[in-house]
């Protein structure tokens, strides 16, 4: 059974750091690609950050410079280090896992930025 778990998610306030946690199993999963994505009230989820399997990184153009993905294949963990968090940052954060025509999500943790 496959299981993408984040954790990590909580209310801080604007310019606050937080680091999400995703907790991967059921999956070969040094072979995945994995990402993070969000989805705040009334919009549709869109992409935050991925990492391949060869730990290159993309980031959406709204989170450059103060968002750090990255991986851990010794515990199966992926992790969104997020810094200067904006209220715009609210969402559900999610974490997905894809390789070929695989593709799994995790059930969000949500993420709320404000004073």
């Known amino acids: 059974q496959v299981q993408l778990v984040e954790s990590g998610g909580t209310l801080v306030q604007p310019g606050g750091s937080l680091r999400l946690s995703c907790a991967a199993s059921?999956?070969?999963?040094?072979?995945?690609?994995m990402g993070w994505y969000r989805q705040a009230p009334g919009k549709q989820r869109e992409l935050v950050a991925t990492i391949t399997r060869g730990s290159t990184t993309n980031y959406a153009d709204s989170v450059k410079g103060r968002f750090t993905i990255s991986r851990d294949d010794a515990k199966n963990m992926v992790y969104l280090q997020m810094n200067s968090l904006e209220p715009e940052d609210t969402a559900v954060y999610y974490c997905n896992g894809f390789f070929a025509s695989r593709d799994y999500w995790g059930q969000g943790t949500q993420v709320t930025v404000s004073s």
């Open positions: 059921g999956i070969p999963f040094s072979i995945y690609n």
